[in-house]
């Protein structure tokens, strides 16, 4: 399926959020303590957004962006060269549940609007425990349903009406846009997800709502 939206990806995304998964992104890269030098590792990373966010914000940070999808991956890589980031940033095909990294090598991990998709979420957890040295930091975006009663029927609407309708038109995918309302619809409240974070060897677990709930920005260190 990424493979399949790969080439209208970023578009959809700007337009389905009005611009606002970039703000949401950068609210990832805020919350990431990093020392000098800094190894991150961008989990589910698709076309790099985050990767190059995280390396624009640390200019001596290095960071490998993951992912199995090879059609987000090649075009994340195109994105990273025109940035002149290439020696910094680089793309690395594996999988969430055999995170293709060394134990105890990460200084800090993100992982945006990835870890709902992946088949088993725990097993990635379990993973970026794995990699994340101790006292380092996990950022994790993901989608919510907002708070307000108003607002939540309100968007509700959006998302399973208009937005699985824009995202068929341009992406010419008859089911992707659809699985998305449907997998956030299945995904754990906030203080749920936390919990599961927390099982996972991570301590101080914060669950931040961004713009009414829509998303959520979960914060964590490794213990
Ligand atoms: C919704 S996209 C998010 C991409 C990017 N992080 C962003 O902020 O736009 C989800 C990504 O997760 C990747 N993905 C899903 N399951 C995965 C897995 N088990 N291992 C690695 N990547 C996975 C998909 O290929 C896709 O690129």
């Not at 790969?6 to 959809?12: C, E, G, W």
């Not at 992104?25 to 957004?49: I, S």
């Not at 987000?72 to 793309?91: C, D, F, I, P, W």
């Amino acid at each position: 399926m990424f493979d399949a939206i790969a080439p209208r990806y970023d578009l959809l995304n700007r337009v389905l959020s009005a611009g606002l998964d970039q703000r949401w992104r950068q609210r990832a890269v805020d919350a990431v303590r990093l020392g000098p030098k800094g190894r991150v590792l961008d989990l589910c990373t698709g076309t790099a957004d985050l990767a190059i966010a995280m390396a624009e914000r640390h200019p001596d940070a290095s960071v490998t962006g993951v992912d199995f999808s090879g059609a987000m991956l090649r075009l994340g890589l195109a994105k990273v060269r025109s940035g002149s980031l290439a020696s910094r940033v680089r793309m690395v095909r594996g999988d969430a549940a055999a995170i293709p990294v060394a134990t105890d090598s990460c200084d800090a991990a993100t992982i945006a609007f990835g870890i709902r998709n992946v088949e088993e979420p725990e097993r990635a957890l379990a993973e970026l425990a794995r990699v994340l040295r101790p006292g380092s930091q996990l950022a994790i975006l993901e989608f919510g349903q907002p708070r307000i009663p108003g607002i939540r029927t309100l968007y509700a609407s959006y998302f399973r009406y208009v937005l699985p309708f824009i995202g068929r038109m341009i992406s010419h995918h008859q089911s992707a846009y659809s699985y998305l309302p449907a997998s956030v619809g299945t995904f754990p409240p906030p203080a749920e997800f936390a919990k599961t974070i927390e099982r996972h060897g991570f301590v101080s677990v914060q669950a931040v709502p961004l713009t009414f709930g829509i998303v959520y920005l979960y914060v964590a260190s490794r213990r």
